[in-house]
């Protein structure tokens, strides 16, 4: 597409059959669709945007040509794959199966990039592809022997950098839980303490929690989120001890969660019904939101299907933009998507008949 006028927004949905780019201008009206871009047996884990310089990134996942990045520098016009791949080494018994996440490094890294991969690992590059690096010091933990396989894989999902302090990130491992470093990932430790683990003979351990999504404002960069198999909770103490949050849901099991851009106690979750049914409550479809930090609740379903609703929604399926009033979309693995452009408090169908989506993401166009 030509280059969208400045502060438009792109919403970036990767799906089972490949990858759309929804774009329009502030107002967030008339909406524009290009793609579908690797269509076919080409299922997109994950797109991001980079806003250090508006390139956007997909993750391929073919089981008939692997894995692969490619990035496009012109809004989804041209795509090009990267020079190199994120490999565990010829050394390693480990190979990569899937690409679940790609993040953007902080502006005092202009060339960073990370991607989590399953089997769970961390992979960073300093010159935006053209060579991967694992970081070792997390892949070969000396805890890594206690990590599983969730039902999706041994995936490494979420990468939140902390722009206050660049040498501290965190990542979240299903089923492994909450890693953090603070010295720019030379050591990792766990820190999930209180998240529980109700799968397992000790229900608190060290390490082993399914954690489905981590999610961070940097105004509050002692305050975490997390949707967990087990509960949703927050930290106050960057990790060193989680509360539950999830009182006043219907159901504290879910998959994403996402913090509003500006407003730190301001948050967004999907509860579905439990970990055997991955359905609304009761078909009633809604996104719930806290605007304290999860001590209360409050139900959004203005615009949503309230009855008779078996959707579900994957752990990257929610995003939030960067406009003034906040704009909020959520995808659903029988591939609809629905947004608000008025933080939550009125839904419409943005579309319908999509492939089952996997991811969602945001940027606003410079």
């Given at each position: 597409?030509?280059?969208?006028?400045?502060?438009?927004?792109?919403?970036?949905?990767?799906?089972?059959?490949?990858?759309?780019?929804?774009?329009?201008?502030?107002?967030?009206?008339?909406?524009?669709?290009?793609?579908?871009?690797?269509?076919?047996?080409?299922?997109?884990?994950?797109?991001?945007?980079d806003?250090?310089?508006?390139?956007?990134?997909?993750?391929?996942?073919?089981?008939?040509?692997?894995?692969?990045?490619?990035?496009?520098?012109?809004?989804?016009?041209?795509?090009?794959?990267?020079?190199?791949?994120?490999?565990?080494?010829?050394?390693?018994?480990?190979?990569?199966?899937?690409?679940?996440?790609?993040?953007?490094?902080l502006?005092?890294?202009?060339?960073?990039?990370?991607?989590?991969?399953?089997?769970?690992?961390?992979?960073?590059?300093?010159?935006?592809?053209?060579?991967?690096?694992?970081?070792?010091?997390l892949?070969?933990?000396k805890?890594?022997?206690?990590?599983?396989?969730?039902?999706?894989?041994?995936?490494?999902?979420?990468?939140?950098?902390?722009?206050?302090?660049?040498?501290?990130?965190?990542?979240?491992i299903?089923?492994?839980?909450?890693?953090?470093?603070?010295?720019?990932g030379?050591?990792?430790?766990?820190?999930?303490?209180?998240?529980?683990?109700?799968?397992?003979?000790?229900?608190?351990?060290?390490?082993?929690?399914?954690?489905?999504?981590?999610?961070?404002?940097?105004?509050?960069?002692?305050?975490?989120?997390?949707?967990?198999?087990?509960?949703?909770?927050?930290?106050?103490?960057?990790?060193?001890?989680?509360?539950?949050?999830?009182?006043?849901?219907?159901?504290?099991?879910?998959?994403?969660?996402?913090?509003?851009?500006?407003?730190?106690?301001?948050?967004?979750?999907?509860?579905e019904?439990?970990?055997?049914?991955?359905?609304?409550?009761?078909?009633?479809?809604?996104?719930?939101?806290?605007?304290?930090?999860?001590?209360?609740?409050?139900?959004?379903?203005?615009?949503?299907?309230?009855?008779?609703?078996?959707?579900?929604?994957?752990?990257?399926?929610?995003?939030?933009?960067?406009?003034?009033?906040?704009?909020?979309?959520?995808?659903?693995?029988?591939?609809?998507?629905?947004?608000?452009?008025?933080?939550?408090?009125?839904?419409?169908?943005?579309?319908?008949?999509?492939?089952?989506?996997?991811?969602?993401?945001?940027?606003?166009?410079?």
């Amino acid at each position: 597409m030509r280059k969208p006028e400045a502060g438009s927004v792109l919403v970036l949905v990767g799906t089972k059959k490949g990858g759309f780019i929804f774009h329009a201008g502030p107002q967030r009206k008339n909406w524009k669709l290009s793609g579908p871009y690797y269509k076919g047996s080409h299922p997109i884990y994950h797109m991001a945007f980079d806003p250090r310089d508006d390139t956007i990134y997909a993750a391929l996942n073919s089981e008939t040509w692997g894995t692969a990045i490619y990035e496009s520098v012109d809004y989804g016009e041209s795509w090009k794959k990267l020079k190199s791949q994120p490999t565990f080494g010829k050394k390693s018994k480990l190979k990569v199966k899937n690409l679940w996440h790609i993040e953007p490094g902080l502006k005092s890294t202009p060339d960073r990039l990370y991607v989590g991969v399953d089997p769970a690992g961390l992979f960073v590059t300093e010159d935006r592809g053209r060579t991967w690096e694992p970081v070792e010091a997390l892949n070969n933990h000396k805890t890594r022997r206690q990590w599983s396989p969730g039902a999706g894989g041994m995936c490494l999902h979420s990468i939140v950098l902390d722009p206050n302090d660049p040498r501290k990130m965190y990542v979240g491992i299903s089923a492994a839980g909450v890693f953090r470093t603070t010295n720019d990932g030379e050591n990792w430790e766990p820190v999930n303490k209180r998240t529980r683990a109700d799968f397992l003979p000790n229900k608190y351990p060290l390490v082993g929690q399914c954690v489905h999504k981590v999610a961070f404002h940097s105004a509050r960069p002692n305050v975490l989120y997390q949707q967990n198999h087990c509960g949703v909770y927050r930290t106050d103490s960057y990790g060193d001890e989680w509360i539950d949050i999830g009182r006043g849901l219907p159901s504290s099991y879910g998959f994403p969660i996402v913090v509003h851009p500006r407003e730190a106690e301001t948050i967004y979750v999907v509860p579905e019904e439990s970990d055997e049914s991955h359905v609304p409550p009761n078909g009633h479809f809604a996104v719930y939101r806290s605007r304290n930090s999860g001590r209360t609740w409050e139900r959004l379903d203005r615009g949503l299907p309230t009855r008779d609703a078996y959707l579900g929604v994957l752990r990257e399926g929610m995003a939030v933009d960067g406009a003034d009033l906040c704009g909020i979309y959520v995808g659903t693995n029988t591939g609809q998507l629905f947004y608000s452009v008025n933080e939550g408090e009125n839904w419409q169908l943005l579309a319908e008949w999509l492939p089952p989506i996997y991811s969602v993401s945001c940027g606003l166009v410079s």
